[in-house]
């Protein structure tokens, strides 16, 4: 049973630049995790933001990137802005298995 | 624009079944693989099932593999989720997710509907 873990929380202060991390228990986390950010605030559906590793959708901020770090797969948000508060998701495919895993979200407190 | 509404959600007594529905709009339904993602009061989102955009291939989470059964209408754009002999431990917020070109990418969400499992 593969355990994707990612920070449990973060804070970061406005204007300031933070990266959260997502480790996979079944080893590196590559460009074939296709690995996938959401960001969701209480009450919402969460929202996607990065997809396959680095590719933003047509709705993501300039601010956000995703990238692959160390084995980990990475969100980094520079120019934070409080509307960034909220969990971050991070997702990835296990292709020998044919299924997904989430990580257990980032809390992301902007102070 | 893309729109995905659930429905089907609501109260139902352990050991019993559900099925929830999820209409699909503004983009071709069939070009693409959807998913069902929930989530438990407080907790984090868990992927369940995908089915390929022709219907014909689907996969499972351990966790519901043998209890739901994911299908879709590619003549009326619904994507379907079957669940049976229910445990509390199935109470959740249920989304359907569309995927981008690949199944492998999400990109769309709905706005979720709730299931609650009565012991």
């Known amino acids: 049973q593969t355990v994707v873990t990612q920070e449990p929380s973060l804070t970061v202060s406005p204007g300031g630049t933070v990266t959260l991390t997502c480790a996979s228990s079944s080893g590196s986390v590559t460009t074939n995790s296709f690995a996938n950010w959401f960001h969701q605030k209480p009450g919402q559906a969460p929202r996607a933001l990065i997809y396959s590793t680095n590719q933003k959708h047509s709705w993501t901020p300039a601010r956000v990137s995703g990238s692959l770090l160390g084995g980990t797969a990475a969100l980094t948000l520079s120019g934070v802005q409080p509307e960034d508060e909220g969990e971050y998701y991070c997702?990835?495919?296990?292709?020998?298995?044919?299924?997904?895993?989430f990580g257990g979200g980032t809390h992301l407190t902007v102070l | 624009q893309v729109h995905l509404v659930e429905s089907g959600g609501g109260v139902v007594q352990s050991g019993r079944s559900l099925k929830l529905s999820c209409a699909a709009s503004?983009?071709?339904?069939?070009?693409?693989?959807m998913h069902w993602v929930r989530q438990a009061p407080g907790k984090g989102l868990e992927w369940l099932a995908v089915?390929?955009?022709?219907?014909?291939?689907?996969y499972y989470a351990d966790s519901v593999k043998g209890r739901f059964t994911i299908s879709r209408d590619n003549s009326n754009d619904t994507l379907f989720l079957q669940m049976n002999s229910l445990k509390t431990e199935d109470t959740a917020i249920y989304y359907c997710?569309?995927?981008?070109?690949?199944?492998?990418?999400?990109?769309?969400w709905g706005q979720g509907a709730p299931v609650t499992v009565a012991s």
């Open positions: 997702m990835v495919y296990l292709s020998g298995f044919r299924t997904w895993v």
């Open positions: 089915v390929l955009s022709d219907g014909n291939e689907q």
């Open positions: 503004g983009f071709t339904f069939s070009g693409y693989g």
């Open positions: 997710v569309k995927s981008t070109g690949r199944a492998t990418n999400f990109d769309f």
